[in-house]
Nanobody, 126 residues
């Protein structure tokens, strides 16, 4: 059974940093594209970043480019999202998800992701 578990969320002041983790069990992460998505209250879910299974290439939404970094540790079967220079508008529940489709590069289209974690809350506030 495929399972993803996020951790690392919390309350942080604007300008601060957090590192989210997405640990996989029941499958090997590097066989899948892995994406991070977030959903703020009253808003639709949006894609944040993804890392491709083929060559580890990464993609970022414009809103986080230059501030967030996605990475993968295959030995730990874990994907990370390092979030720096956090802003109040980054406040949301953050989800990681796995996409097992055959395209070469990851894309932030949520319907393509078929395994999701339970989410971790990130709150950016002074």
């Amino acid at each position: 059974q495929l399972q993803l578990v996020e951790s690392g969320g919390g309350l942080v002041q604007p300008g601060g940093s957090l590192r989210l983790s997405c640990a996989a069990s029941g499958f090997t992460l590097d066989y899948y594209h892995i994406g991070w998505f977030r959903q703020a209250p009253g808003k639709e879910r949006e894609g944040v970043s993804c890392i491709s299974r083929t060559d580890g290439s990464t993609y970022y939404a414009d809103s986080v480019k230059g501030r967030f970094t996605i990475s993968r540790d295959n030995a730990k079967n874990t994907v990370y999202l390092q979030m720096n220079s956090l802003k109040p508008e980054d406040t949301a529940v953050y989800y990681c998800a796995a996409d097992g489709t055959v395209q070469a590069m990851c894309v932030l289209i949520s319907v393509w992701y078929d395994s999701w974690g339970q989410g971790t809350q990130v709150t950016v506030s002074s």
